[in-house]
């Protein structure tokens, strides 16, 4: 009994012992004592610190342009040459009438030497893949597990045809772009490589392997592309990249890779078929042909905001420099407090 005692007293005067210290802690930190860094900053650190941002930051700001200058990219738009003259007052009924063929010819010039991998991408713009209603319009535990899987609920209005669910559903997979292309060097077909154009967490992680097409586009209204319903969704990589959405109204998918070199002057002929509708809503279709440099595509927004922030970034500090010399004064000097300022109180 007596060491029972004896440990529960010691117990008591540890605990009152550390509940002042706790209290202590808590009051140095509302009274904001604790112990911290506290730089000053007087007019050489600021001045040295916008400097070396600047020295720090133009080189890297011409670096990223240069990697972005580097990048050959041919950009040609296909929607309004490959409209027949008698349709030009009425797109809209041109590509909705299965029965006019839709086959067009572009010839693309190659400015500069253009090393492979040239990737292939179809450009859109006005497409609004971001709204709420057709982001929404899809079932991802469908794309895993098929038919095995029924809350699609979220895929109306493609939800079911005739009585049957479809699969893929949804608005999404429903308007999958469906324009193809065919690229060509003289007498030489060139080859388009569109294996592993889709993300390989996607195929691996988010289409099943096992889940076939079914249904689909077999309505009174087609809204795009079709699907093979005997290749698993896992390996239809155009699908995959489009159910990707875009967060913006112009964006770029990629379609393929030509896997060989093209010389400066090549005549490249462009056979594709213009069959996507992008003439109901205003939208435009471009065919963009690039090369890639160790920073990506081509893109000069990252080079030039570096070198405007460096740039803005040393003229700051010149000023700064300036103002010093001109009226330097000590640190801590009250008289440039607000409150004693000369004539202030009048």
């Known amino acids: 009994m007596d060491v029972d005692g ?65 990048v050959v990219e041919i950009v040609d738009r296909y929607d309004t040459d490959c409209i ?65 899987y029924n809350g699609t609920s979220s895929c109306k209005p493609e939800e079911s045809n005739n009585g049957l669910p479809v699969v893929p559903c949804g608005l999404i997979a429903w308007s999958l772009f469906n324009d193809t292309y065919s690229f060509s060097r003289g007498t030489e077909e060139l080859k388009v490589n569109r294996k592993n154009i889709a993300w390989k967490s996607d195929r691996d992680h988010k289409f099943g392997k096992q ?59 462009v056979e594709l078929s213009n069959n996507y509708n992008t003439y109901s809503f205003g939208g435009k279709k471009k065919l963009v042909l690039s090369t890639s440099s160790w920073l990506g595509g081509k893109n000069d927004f990252m080079g030039m905001a570096y070198l405007s922030v460096g740039s803005s970034s040393i003229l700051i500090s010149l000023v700064f420099l300036l103002l010093h010399v001109k009226n330097p004064r000590p640190y801590g000097d009250a008289t440039y407090l607000s409150w004693n300022w000369k004539g202030i109180s009048s």
């Open 211 to 269: 889940v076939y097409p079914f249904n689909f586009q077999n309505g009174a209204l087609i809204g795009g592309g079709k699907l093979d319903p005997n290749i698993p969704l896992s390996d239809q990589e155009d699908l995959i990249v489009w159910m990707r959405t875009a967060a913006l109204p112009s964006f770029r998918k990629l379609y393929g890779r030509i896997e060989e070199d093209l010389d400066a002057d090549d005549l490249v002929v």
């Open 6 to 70: 004896a440990s529960s007293s010691a117990v008591g005067i540890e605990a009152q012992s550390i509940l002042p210290r706790r209290s202590n802690v808590v009051y140095r930190f509302t009274q904001q004592s604790l112990p911290a860094c506290k730089p000053v900053l007087t007019p050489a650190w600021v001045i040295t610190t916008f400097f070396l941002m600047g020295v720090i930051f133009i080189p890297v700001g011409l670096v990223s342009l240069h990697a972005s200058q580097s």
């Open 84 to 148: 027949p003259k008698s349709f030009k007052g009425n797109k809209v009924a041109y590509i909705k009438d299965s029965s006019i063929p839709k086959n067009c010819s572009r010839f693309l010039k190659v400015p500069k030497h253009m090393k492979a991998p040239i990737y292939i991408y179809y450009q859109l713009d006005n497409y609004y893949q971001n709204h709420r209603r057709y982001v929404k319009s899809r079932s991802d535990q469908q794309l895993l597990y098929g038919l095995k």
